[in-house]
């Protein structure tokens, strides 16, 4: 009897130790494999007599077909004394060409079911139209019309005008875009990049229809254009369709851009801060000056970035929203152009946080300079980059996106699918040999939107720094204020 008891204990304690592990692996997280690297088929590539490149990539997956078509001239060859020319010329071109009005533009692309948009990069000047593959020879000839014919009416050029300046009455009230476009003023002054590439209110009300027409001249010609097509079409169709609505675009005299930006601009102290006495928190932007798009450490530098502000899990979130709660998101991102690029650190704090949080970012900069990446760091990131690489190529438009980049930053047609294996090969000194080359936290520029007088006194400690009233700021002049006020000094 006692041995039998004894074999029923031994059964119960198994049972209980069986059901004890199954509770504890339910417990775990499941096991998930490396993410799959995404393949994105090279497009195919062919010159039209004019000159004019065209990049088709098939995808069959909807009844849908991508046009998208870009310059490759944008907001970097704004004249000097008229910011903002590449973006109204852009967002002139689906209002009215020699053969088309406005009207019967908007008409033709809502009867196909059509998405249009229009825009100004630094880089390119660009015009896309998204419509169901049946309406593809349409959406060929009416892009085709819309990019080498804009009639620069000029009752549709006061009425974009009127819309402009309205947008930029808002924006000059914003913390976020002053910060923004501060940061791109001061870190990339005395380059091309350097100047508010959507305008300022004195330019846009003096940009005139024939500075628009001669901007377009001069840059829209089909040796400086890329048309990309992507989604349902064949490659002989494609072909076709681009010959029959392009090919007849006569090629003029490219002329080079002409510089933007002076050759050497003031010396700039490394603290600005915009004074805003109404303000109950203030904007903070912290950047080094990077590299070009193309630059062969632009991946070690993005798992980096990953690293300390990227999307999902970074330091900077983790120490000043986490550990310190001084902010609501703190991120950092490359802003990589065709010749020049930038690190930034974006966020936001309490007024009376500000020296507290800028004195946080510095430290995290300088954690990262000292090469203190670890190899769970450098996993995530890794698996973070290349798993999210399936969403950014998920719609024909994304995918033309993407094509047309690496067109415009001169990199290979076949880059995105060796992307994930470059990814997966870097190491922990690759990456933080990339850090410590361009994250430099004693040199970085520091740009401040918010009430100056409740922090101004703990700013000494960074640096020379420089106060200019919100009423003041002018984004065209050399100095950034308005003449009255145009003195390099700090205060």
Known sequence: MKRRLRIFDVLAISACLLAACS??????????????????????????????????????ALPVITLKIAVLTGAAADPASLPGTAQFVASMLNEGTRSRSAQEIAEAIDG?????????????????????????????DLLSDMAINPAFRP????????????????????????????????????TPYSHPKDGVRESVQRLSRDDLARFHDRYYQPSNAVLVVVGDVSIAQALDLANNAFGGWKAGELLPARPSSPAEPPAAPRVVVIDDPNAVQTEIRIANLAFRRNSPEYDALTIANQVLGGPA??????????????????????????????????????????????????????DLEDGSINGRELQNAQNYLIGH???????????????????????????????????????????????????????????????????????????????????????AASTLEQPAHDAVGER
Request: glycine share 4%.
């Open 23 to 60: 509770l504890q692996a339910r417990d775990l997280p499941p096991l998930v494999p490396q993410p799959a690297p995404v393949a994105v088929p090279a497009p195919v590539e062919q010159t039209l007599g004019n000159g004019m490149k065209v990049l088709i990539v098939q995808d069959h």
């Open 112 to 140: 196909m079911g059509g998405v249009f948009d229009s825009g100004a990069d630094w880089d390119d000047s660009w015009a896309s139209l998204s419509v169901l593959s049946n309406h593809a020879q349409l959406a060929f």
């Open 155 to 190: 009752a549709e050029v006061d009425r974009i005008r009127r819309q402009t300046l309205s947008a930029l009455d808002v924006l000059r009230r914003d913390p976020d875009y002053l910060a923004d476009t501060l940061i791109e003023r001061v870190i990339f002054s005395g």
């Open 313 to 366: 899990e970074n330091r900077l979130f983790s120490e000043l929203r986490i550990r310190r709660g001084l902010v609501y998101g703190a991120s950092s991102d490359l802003v990589c152009y065709r010749n020049a690029g930038a690190w930034e650190i974006k966020t936001s704090t309490r007024t009376d946080e500000t020296v507290k949080t800028i004195s946080l970012i510095l430290s995290q900069m300088n």
């Open 389 to 475: 690489m399936a969403l950014d190529f998920e719609t024909s438009q994304q995918i033309a996106d993407h094509v047309l980049s690496l067109m415009i930053n001169d990199l290979p047609m076949n880059a995105l699918n060796h992307r994930a294996e470059q990814i997966r090969n870097l190491s922990i000194d690759d990456v933080s040999t990339a850090a410590r080359r361009y994250l430099n936290s004693s040199q970085a520029a520091i740009i401040l939107v918010g009430n100056a007088a409740e922090f101004k006194h703990g700013l000494k400690s960074f640096g020379p720094t420089r106060i200019i009233p919100l009423t003041d700021v002018d984004f």
